[in-house]
């Protein structure tokens, strides 16, 4: 289905195609808790884009400020969070391949040992005076965004430790429009957890799978730093209006 | 920065749209919290009539579903817009930025101090019924849920292009009913209580 929604009043009106299930996470994951008393039974409604849909907040920043872009110490030059000290970096563009400047993403994640400062996280691991793990940040004009933290741990799901989830980062991005607002989980390469992730494997396709890993570039080895480098591009939902699609 | 190779799109094959993940149990209060109140925005107060827009979520068999995360996003008392996409924006109220976050709380009850908004205005001249856009994100969702709540005591326009793609019997679950006991603070209270799968489903969309 293509959605139409152009005026001569309105240049600048992008396409957005509902998501393409083929490349998306399952609805419903077999054994993932919850999956089956909150996905809705009925059919999701077909509807045109109005420009309730096509706008969204811009400059979000205003109201969800940011700050800086690394999570490995409280302060710059304070001591270092517990874990393998890693950078990632990476590019945000639509599905035409142009770049979503200033675009806000949010990441959250848990510490070395695997425990968020999150009221609801009941892991026995401890917390770490020296890491957060959440905050915020901007791409800039190509689309490029950085930060540093430390490699989460993996913890357990539910009360008897049925489920280890693997080590991952928990991203949120707030795009062009309402439309294109995303949210994933990324993933470390080469973790055994990720063999039984019920999330990492509820991706179907092996070739989406792998949009939700992070690329590890070569480590870099300097006088002063061994680094442990990631890299992750997104491509977000939505489109310039192209002639052969009018 | 490097740039990244522009995705490959073919006919049958368009470049990969990364995958939608669930938000999961452990989602920052710290940005959620203080995010609920769209009435005031950087020291100016919204115009138009403030209300509380408040319910619960419900999964199926009517139990609460907590911690889940609310998004809001609407149009100002007018109805414009704050986005350049609205031929109107530039008349948009300085005092509303028009989203917000909300979250449920064990009980399933969450609640935003928001604006009434306005009939917005397509483009095309299209008078659009008064509302307000709502994306519900929680564990065991995979992919954000999206609908659109009206207001009961607002006029419908004729033919709302989004309430008439919904069955007749289900558009009744899509309106905020005034409710004296969410009244506070001197503002009225609109209840829109969500059921994401079961009896009385909310109606959700394509997304
Ligand atoms: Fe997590």
Redesign the interface.
């Known amino acids: 289905?293509l959605i139409h929604f152009e005026?001569e009043?309105?240049p600048?009106?992008r396409q957005y195609l509902?998501?393409?299930d083929r490349?998306?996470?399952?609805?419903q994951?077999k054994d993932?808790?919850?999956?089956?008393?909150?996905?809705?039974?009925?059919p999701?409604?077909?509807?045109?884009l109005?420009?309730?849909?096509?706008?969204?907040?811009?400059e979000?920043e205003?109201?969800?400020p940011t700050g800086n872009a690394d999570f490995s110490c409280l302060v710059p030059g304070g001591p270092r969070a517990l874990g393998q000290f890693m950078t990632v970096?990476?590019?945000i563009?639509d599905?035409?391949?142009a770049p979503l400047a200033g675009a806000l993403i949010?990441i959250?994640q848990?510490n070395a040992s695997g425990k968020?400062?999150?009221?609801?996280?009941s892991h026995q691991a401890p917390l770490d005076p020296n890491f957060i793990g959440?905050g915020?940040f901007l791409t800039?004009a190509?689309g490029?965004y950085?930060f540093r933290t430390i490699k989460p741990g993996g913890y357990p799901v539910g009360s008897n430790d049925w489920w280890w989830r693997p080590p991952h980062i928990?991203f949120?991005i707030f795009g062009m429009?309402?439309m294109d607002?995303?949210?994933?989980?990324i993933f470390f390469p080469g973790e055994p957890l990720n063999e039984a992730d019920l999330?990492l494997n509820?991706?179907p396709d092996p070739?989406?799978?792998q949009?939700?890993m992070f690329e590890p570039l070569p480590t870099k080895v300097t006088k002063t730093l061994n680094i442990l480098e990631f890299r992750r591009?997104?491509?977000?939902?939505g489109k310039s209006k192209t002639p052969e699609l009018l | 920065?490097s740039?990244?190779p522009?995705?490959t799109?073919t006919e049958t094959r368009?470049?990969?749209?990364?995958?939608?993940?669930?938000?999961?149990?452990?989602?920052?209060?710290?940005?959620v919290d203080d995010?609920n109140d769209l009435t005031e925005?950087?020291g100016r107060k919204a115009m138009g009539q403030h209300i509380w827009l408040a319910g619960t979520v419900v999964?199926?068999?009517n139990?609460p579903?907590g911690?889940t995360l609310l998004?809001l996003?609407?149009?100002d008392t007018n109805g414009i817009?704050?986005?350049?996409?609205?031929?109107r924006h530039a008349d948009a109220d300085p005092g509303f930025?028009?989203?917000g976050r909300a979250r449920t709380d064990r009980q399933g009850f969450y609640r935003f101090r928001t604006v009434l908004p306005g009939q917005?205005?397509?483009?095309?001249g299209?008078i659009?019924t008064a509302?307000a856009?709502l994306?519900i994100?929680?564990?065991?969702?995979?992919?954000?849920?999206v609908t659109?709540i009206f207001f009961s005591d607002q006029p419908e326009t004729a033919d709302d292009?989004?309430l008439r793609?919904?069955p007749q019997s289900a558009r009744p679950r899509l309106f905020a009913r005034k409710d004296n006991a969410l009244a506070a603070s001197g503002l009225p209270g609109y209840r829109f209580d969500v059921v994401?799968?079961?009896a009385g489903?909310?109606?959700?969309?394509?997304?």
Do not use: K
Request: glycine residues 8%.
């Open positions: 289905m005026t009043a309105s600048g009106v509902p998501y393409d490349t998306q996470t399952l609805r994951i993932y808790p919850r999956s089956f008393t909150r996905v809705p039974a009925q999701l409604i077909d509807r045109p109005t420009l309730s849909e096509l706008t969204g907040p811009t979000i205003r109201r969800l970096a990476g590019r563009t599905e035409d391949g949010e959250w848990a968020y400062i999150h009221e609801y996280d959440q915020r800039d190509e490029g950085q928990h949120s429009s309402w607002r995303f949210i994933t989980q999330l509820g991706i070739e989406a799978r949009r939700v591009d997104f491509v977000l939902r | 920065m740039r990244a522009v995705q799109r368009p470049a990969i749209v990364s995958p939608y993940g669930t938000i999961g149990p452990f989602f920052p209060f710290a940005f995010a925005f950087e999964e199926e068999g139990v579903t911690n998004e996003w609407q149009p817009f704050r986005h350049p996409l609205d031929p930025f028009g989203f917005s205005r397509e483009p095309d299209t659009r509302h856009n994306t994100l929680a564990i065991g969702l995979t992919r954000r849920l659109t292009p989004v793609c919904v994401l799968r079961g489903e909310t109606p959700f969309f394509v997304d």
